[in-house]
T-cell receptor, first 114, second 109 residues
Framework: GAGVSQTPSNKVTEKGKYVELRCDPI?????LYWYRQSLGQGPEFLIY????????DSGLPNDRFFAVRPEGSVSTLKIQRTERGDSAVYLC????????????FGPGTRLTVT | QKEVEQDPGPLSVPEGAIVSLNCTYS??????FMWYRQYSRKGPELLMY????GNKEDGRFTAQVDKSSKYISLFIRDSQPSDSATYLC?????????FGQGTILTVHP
């Protein structure tokens, strides 16, 4: 079946602009996760949804970052007033349960803030 | 100190070698342990997923967990050039994954 998909694959934006990154999880997966990966590092957790609600948003770095999952499927990560330090690969993962194991990742969105 | 420590390598081995990749962790609450493989400019791919201490085998891959020592390993037998990638260990108590830094592996023919 289809895996996790993310759009766009690449996004270049100017400092101060607003961006939206989209994630389509595997059909039927109730849990959805966002991570951020900088070059040479492992992914770092941002936020986790169980259904429509954010179960854990402790990884969001500041209030410029926000994510939604209004119908319990597709999720959008929103970044306001982008900064050069936001440049990274943003990864989405989904899981059939909320226990944390068996998370399946999408290809990521490479965000570059100039 | 990071919750999960992984030797970043890089590690270079000849084709056919046995590869050992390792991680240590400090959080006793971690219950699930995973290994991911990540090719350049791709998302991480789940290789192995274990819950309890002991060994789990899948083809050429064996995952080992020692909760008493807070140590996990991934062994790759008969390594192939196609195994060249970054290997990430990851673990969780509930929900979010905590990753190691990743080990870059190159298998040369």
């Amino acid at each position: 079946g289809a895996g996790v998909s993310q759009t766009p694959s690449n996004k270049v934006t100017e400092k101060g602009k607003y961006v939206e990154l989209r994630c389509d999880p595997i059909s039927g997966h109730t849990a959805l996760y966002w991570y951020r990966q900088s070059l040479g590092q492992g992914p770092e957790f941002l936020i986790y949804f169980q259904g429509t609600g954010a179960a854990d948003d402790s990884g969001l770095p500041n209030d410029r970052f926000f994510a939604v999952r209004p119908e319990g499927s597709v999720s959008t990560l929103k970044i306001q007033r982008t900064e050069r330090g936001d440049s990274a690969v943003y990864l989405c993962a989904s899981s059939p349960t909320g226990t944390g194991g068996e998370q399946y990742f999408g290809p990521g969105t490479r965000l570059t803030v100039t | 100190q990071k919750e999960v420590e992984q030797d970043p390598g890089p590690l270079s081995v000849p084709e056919g070698a046995i590869v050992s990749l390792n991680c240590t962790y400090s959080n006793s609450a971690f219950q699930y342990f995973m290994w991911y493989r990540q090719y350049s400019r791709k998302g991480p791919e789940l290789l192995m997923y274990t819950y309890s201490s002991g060994n789990k085998e899948d083809g050429r891959f064996t995952a080992q967990v020692d909760k008493s020592s807070k140590y996990i390993s991934l062994f790759i037998r008969d390594s192939q050039p196609s195994d060249s990638a970054t290997y990430l260990c990851a673990m969780t108590s509930y929900g979010k994954l905590t990753f190691g830094q990743g080990t870059i592996l190159t298998v040369h023919p």
